[in-house]
């Protein structure tokens, strides 16, 4: 039975697993609470997280109360604990929202939040990344998370998030790294899905990131922080939350 509910949990996407999670949620908790593990996202202990990953899955991945990942509760935590997001009043711009984030973002009154993306329903505009329908120096946060993998012109895209993030903005940009890379893989020869998984990790990816993904950003202006956010968290802390200690946390700012 544990090896069905791994398979399945793996081969059915997040966003659908996230929908179908909002109604069983109290099901959910009462079987894996416990005290080993805290999701922050939702403040709620569980005696494990769930696996989950392409291919190789990572143990204790994926939240059963958020159905967060590893990336996803370290962004949270540096919100929390490093901005003040959840207080000042701002104008967010967030491309390709998770659903989870969209769904408690939307309900903060401090936020003027708009979602944009191509193809998702939920989103509040639809936009090509490659060519936003929003004015210069629109907003004050702009979040793109594992976008930019998936987009061959990468660049284009990276100077119309610039363009339309305010000066003084800042934003959070996560991408699949290899940290052992100093120069990004990419071959756009690659086209068949299966070959493109063998590659990049994923059916649907055209690259994975190097180290030089920085001076990519700052080739369009940006300024960035390479930055092991994991890291200032003691390992208790890191098993507690399940973050990776090696997961980079690109944040970028506009001068």
């Not at 996202?41 to 989950?52: E, M, Q, T, W």
């Not at 939040?113 to 702009?142: G, H, M, N, R, W």
């Not at 993998?149 to 003084?168: N, P, T, W």
């Not at 290899?178 to 020869?189: Q, V």
Request: glycine content about 4%; hydrophobic content about 35%; some cysteine.
């Amino acid at each position: 039975m544990k090896k069905i509910f791994k398979f399945l949990l793996n081969r059915i996407p997040r966003p659908m697993l996230i929908n179908m999670s909002i109604f069983l949620r109290p099901i959910i908790y009462q079987f894996f609470k416990g005290d080993q593990f805290t999701d922050p996202i939702d403040g709620k202990s569980y005696r494990k997280f769930l696996p989950y990953g392409y291919g190789k899955q990572r143990e204790n991945a994926l939240s059963p109360g958020t159905l967060s990942l590893e990336r996803h509760r370290q962004m949270w935590l540096h919100l929390q604990n490093e901005t003040d997001f959840f207080t000042a009043n701002y104008k967010v711009l967030h491309i390709a929202p998770e659903q989870e984030f969209l769904r408690r973002f939307k309900k903060m009154k401090n936020l003027d939040y708009t979602s944009a993306d191509l193809y998702s329903p939920i989103v509040d505009v639809k936009a090509d990344i490659l060519d936003l329908p929003f004015e210069d120096d629109s907003f004050d946060i702009v979040f793109c998370n594992h976008v930019l993998e998936h987009i061959v012109d990468d660049q284009k895209a990276m100077s119309e998030l610039y363009r339309v993030m305010k000066k003084g903005g800042w934003g959070i940009f996560q991408v699949p790294m290899k940290n052992s890379l100093e120069k990004t893989y990419e071959d756009f020869s690659i086209k068949d899905p299966k070959e493109r998984q063998k590659h990049f990790g994923q059916y649907d990816h055209v690259r994975w990131y190097g180290m030089d993904y920085f001076d990519r950003l700052k080739s369009v202006g940006f300024q960035t922080d390479i930055n092991f956010y994991s890291k200032k968290f003691s390992s208790e802390e890191r098993k507690k939350f399940g973050l990776m200690e090696n997961e980079i946390l690109p944040v970028v700012v506009k001068p």
